[in-house]
Nanobody
Framework: QVQLEESGGGLVQAGGSLTVSCVASERAFNTYKMGWFRQAPGKEREFVAAISGSGRLTYYVDSVKGRFIISRDYTKNTVGLQMNSLKPEDTAVYYC????????????????WGRGTQVTVSS
């Protein structure tokens, strides 16, 4: 099972930018679809963005389209989420997830989760 560790969370003002990153322990990193989820206080965890194993395909929840960019670096086994034009409603714990199951794109069935990193957007 791949181990995931997030970093890069913090406090930012509305309209600002922040990038969170996730490093994966798995050598076969390119065989995993990777994704980001988030969970706000009192709410269920929700999907945010996904990137295919090849990196050629990306998919976003409507609320972040045009503002967030997911990417991956195969030399460092990392996946990043660049978040621009942040809004207070983006405040949440952001989780990195890995899916090696071969589920049809763009569906994700994560088998591994990171511990999460807090992102807080002040108004």
């Amino acid at each position: 099972q791949v181990q995931l560790e997030e970093s890069g969370g913090g406090l930012v003002q509305a309209g600002g930018s922040l990038t969170v990153s996730c490093v994966a322990s798995e050598r076969a990193f390119n065989t995993y679809k990777m994704g980001w989820f988030r969970q706000a206080p009192g709410k269920e965890r929700e999907f945010v963005a996904a990137i295919s194993g090849s990196g050629r395909l990306t998919y976003y929840v409507d609320s972040v389209k045009g503002r967030f960019i997911i990417s991956r670096d195969y030399t460092k086994n990392t996946v990043g989420l660049q978040m621009n034009s942040l809004k207070p409603e983006d405040t949440a714990v952001y989780y990195c997830a890995a899916d090696g199951s071969g589920t049809r794109w763009p569906n994700l069935r994560p088998s591994s989760w990171g511990r999460g990193t807090q992102v807080t957007v002040s108004s």
